[in-house]
């Protein structure tokens, strides 16, 4: 028996909890034949509607018709199992029901209806569903627009209880935007997407972070009036956005910290310019006084010989002193100050890209794009100082 099992939440973005091929299956782990086939499966209302415990109070997805959830595609992949009782007790575990003698919540439909198939007596029934119109659709899909020839489909058919339980019976304080609080009876609120929007504002450190955590992994095609209401809250980048501001306020200590070292090497240059400048200027002038007196000295020399040394000596006093302390020093002090400017740039550049990486989702491919755009420019700098 080929069996399918649709998904568009945590089941798809929780890999870790996938089990592959004929691995040996870790306990609460999906053991699946195929990888999942993204937007392949049936379009499905859902919701953020569901209040789970196992998720410190985090929303989480479900099938949900009675809040109007918006049509979304779902993902399929093939159970290992090649028996219903089998692949469903399997989901089961993973969604972390503790009582596998009752699989309510493990929805199931047999699109090929053939009754001569091998079923045990007791999955005879050809569904089994919260919601018969439910059954139909995914039925449906698996019998006309699915090529892969299930036999069999199921899901986890969890239904909403943010109306009826699951929510803690304190009343809350919210501190909207730090402005104005009102008063919160969590536990009388009715599912809308500003009641679950108020309701997640209301869990504790440890819930909201499980609770953003979910919908941030909720793949993107995943969209409801809740996550379309909460992605411009700030709540949900609430510890995306503190990340931000360290890494932002690192990257400016840096940038500091250079404008520092830039200025203390200017300063550092400057010193050593002028110190050098006046102590070659004081070389040259002791062998210019060389050359002059040498020149005096050949012009009383008292022999031809004497005098041809005494102008030659002057000749070479003056031009090695001119060439070696004057220009070669020079040259190399500005060359030092220009590969200096030239590191600080790249460097500051760099922590400038840093402190605006904003999105989370492209955050590696920028760093790394950063990184290498910094480690060429460094190569042609280091390249450049060598030649």
């Not at 809040?67 to 779902?74: C, M, S």
């Not at 501001?245 to 400016?252: C, D, E, G, I, P």
């Not at 302390?325 to 002090?333: G, Y």
């Amino acid at each position: 028996m080929k069996i399918a099992i649709l998904a568009w939440g945590s089941l798809i973005s929780e890999r870790e909890k996938l089990t592959f091929g004929t691995d040996e299956v870790p306990e609460g782990n999906l053991a699946l034949a195929t990888d999942w086939v993204p937007e392949g499966g049936p379009k499905l209302p859902i919701e953020f509607s569901r209040v789970s415990r196992s998720r410190d109070g985090a929303l989480t997805l479900v099938i949900d018709q009675e809040h109007r959830g918006k049509e979304n595609p779902t993902s399929f992949a093939e159970s290992r199992y090649q028996e219903l009782t089998e692949a469903r007790t399997n989901l089961a575990k993973r969604e972390g029901i503790t009582d596998l003698r009752n699989l309510e919540w493990i929805g199931y439909v047999i699109c090929r209806s053939n009754k001569k198939t091998l079923f045990r007596f007791w999955e005879r029934k050809l569904c089994h569903s919260r919601d018969a119109s439910i059954a139909d659709k995914i039925c449906g899909w698996a019998e006309r627009e699915n090529k892969e020839n299930f036999d069999a489909v199921i899901w986890s058919d969890f239904p909403s209880n943010f109306d009826n339980e699951g929510k803690s019976h304190k009343t809350w304080y919210v501190d909207k935007n730090r402005t104005k609080s009102w008063k919160v009876d969590v536990a009388n609120m009715k599912f809308t997407p500003e009641n679950a929007q108020m309701y997640l504002h209301c869990l504790n450190d440890k819930g909201a972070k499980t609770a953003r955590k979910y919908i941030r992994n909720t793949p993107a095609k995943v969209e409801t009036p809740l996550r379309e209401r909460m992605r411009n809250d700030p709540w949900l980048n609430a510890e995306t956005t503190e990340m931000q501001k360290k890494v932002r306020q690192f990257a400016l200590g840096v940038i500091d910290e250079n404008k520092n070292s830039l200025h203390n090497s200017s300063c550092s240059i400057r010193i050593s310019y002028w110190t050098l400048y006046g102590m070659y200027c004081l070389l040259f002038l002791v062998g210019v006084v060389t050359a002059v007196f040498a020149i005096i000295k050949g012009f009383t020399a008292r022999s031809a010989t004497d005098t041809y040394s005494s102008l030659i000596f002057a000749g070479l006093s003056a031009g090695s002193f001119f060439a070696l302390f004057i220009t070669r020093p020079l040259e190399s002090l500005e060359r030092n100050s220009i590969f200096s400017s030239w590191l600080i740039t790249i460097i500051n550049t760099y922590w400038t890209k840093y402190g605006y990486f904003n999105d989370p989702s492209t955050v590696y491919e920028d760093l790394k794009k950063a990184t290498d755009d910094v480690t060429k420019e460094l190569s042609q700098l280091a390249d450049k100082r060598a030649s």
